[in-house]
């Protein structure tokens, strides 16, 4: 699901300002989410409960932000697999409360790294530089493995409440955010069903690794769920013809297959 959305969304920051995309994908995700919760009439865990997952909106709005934007500037077969490396900030704080990765995620860990250095540098003209986006996209993997964290902390007590304070949070500051740099949020009509996708799509694959997070530890999850890129990668080739060189493929697969490692340790 994050790999679909995200190709939509970096689709429509092309087309359109990444923080607008953030912001009006987010409230129809939020809106769902609470026709959802009055459905299913799931109870209120308190404020006090939820004050992580409100951290986590701003760190997944910070995140979601950059990479949108990466994604519009850069190729997303690069962007999106640098990404993975999000989880090794859940796993650093698993580490801090006693539960330290294994071998094998130590190695898968080496090899996230090894695939990000790989594909966030690029040589022109003899000079190695950042590739395209590929900062951004290392401020969104910071922001991302934040959000696994808070939110972790928020979803004991129902996931859905988490995501819609996470949501909510992350909308209310990225509207004051759009307004203060005088961007107006109303989105083009023909971008409208492509941004509805984005919001439900997301806001479905958060909830459904905010619940996950209750039942393993936050840093397997994040490290699980960063399979996306594989996703987001297969559709960038397949829809829009984007091709990378031989040695970015291998940095994808470096750091898609580091992911694995981490969770199968």
């Not at 969104?140 to 996931?159: K, N, T, W």
Request: hydrophobic residues 60%; charged residues 10%; neutral net charge.
């Amino acid at each position: 699901m994050w790999g679909v959305g995200d190709f939509l969304g970096g689709l429509a920051s092309r087309r359109l300002a990444a923080i607008v995309v953030v912001v009006v994908s987010q409230a129809i995700g939020l809106a769902g989410l609470l026709v959802w919760i009055a459905a299913t009439r799931d109870p209120f865990p308190g404020v006090p409960e939820l004050l992580p997952a409100a951290g986590a909106g701003v760190a997944v709005l910070a995140g979601v932000t950059a990479f949108y934007r990466g994604l519009a500037i850069g190729a997303m077969g690069i962007v999106a697999p640098i990404t993975a490396a999000g989880p090794v900030v859940p796993l650093a704080v698993d580490a801090a409360h006693g539960t330290t990765p294994t071998s094998l995620q130590w190695l898968g860990i080496a090899c996230i790294l090894l695939g990000v250095a790989t594909l966030s540098w690029e040589g022109a003209h003899g000079q190695t530089r950042l590739a395209s986006g590929a900062g951004l996209a290392i401020f969104a993997a910071l922001g991302f493995g934040l959000y696994f964290v808070g939110i972790d902390a928020g979803a004991d007590e129902s996931a859905s409440w988490a995501v819609v304070a996470a949501r909510l949070t992350a909308v209310s500051l990225g509207a004051v955010v759009a307004l203060a740099s005088s961007r107006s949020l109303r989105a083009p009509r023909n971008l409208l069903p492509m941004l509805v996708a984005v919001g439900l799509i997301d806001t479905a694959a958060n909830v459904l690794v905010a619940a996950a997070t209750t039942y393993g530890a936050a840093g397997i999850v994040a490290v699980l769920s960063s399979l996306y890129p594989i996703v987001t990668m297969a559709l960038a080739w397949a829809v829009v013809g984007e091709r990378l060189g031989a040695t970015k493929r291998a940095g994808g697969v470096i750091a898609v297959a580091g992911a694995a490692f981490v969770a199968a340790g």
